[in-house]
C-alpha cells in the first residue's frame, strides 16, 4: 500500500480519471433532465386531467359549483377585508 501512495499517477491517468468523472457528470446529469421533464410531463397531464374533472362536476351540478365559488368568494373577501382592516 505504501508503493501505491508513493507512486505519482501519470498525465495520461490524470486525464483518463478526469474524463471518466466528467462521463459520471455528464450522465447523472443527463438522467436528472430526463427526470425532470418526465415529472413535468406527468404534472402537466394530472392537472389536466382534474381540469377535466372540474369541468364535467360543473356541468353535472352547475348550481352547487356557483354556490361553492360564491362561499369561496366571500371567504376570501372577508379574510382579505380582515387584514387591510388598520389596527386599533
Not at 40 to 60: L, P, V, W
Not at 80 to 86: G, H, K
Amino acid at each position: 500500500m505504501a508503493e501505491f501512495l508513493d507512486k505519482a499517477p501519470t498525465v495520461d491517468e490524470v486525464l483518463h480519471e478526469v474524463s471518466r468523472i466528467k462521463s459520471v457528470i455528464t450522465e447523472a446529469v443527463d438522467d436528472g433532465v430526463r427526470s425532470a421533464l418526465r415529472a413535468s410531463k406527468q404534472g402537466r397531464e394530472y392537472a389536466e386531467d382534474k381540469i377535466q374533472d372540474a369541468r364535467h362536476a360543473i356541468k353535472r351540478n352547475p348550481l352547487q359549483a356557483v354556490g361553492i365559488v360564491l362561499a369561496a368568494g366571500f371567504i376570501l373577501g372577508s379574510l382579505i377585508t380582515m387584514l387591510c382592516r388598520p389596527r386599533d
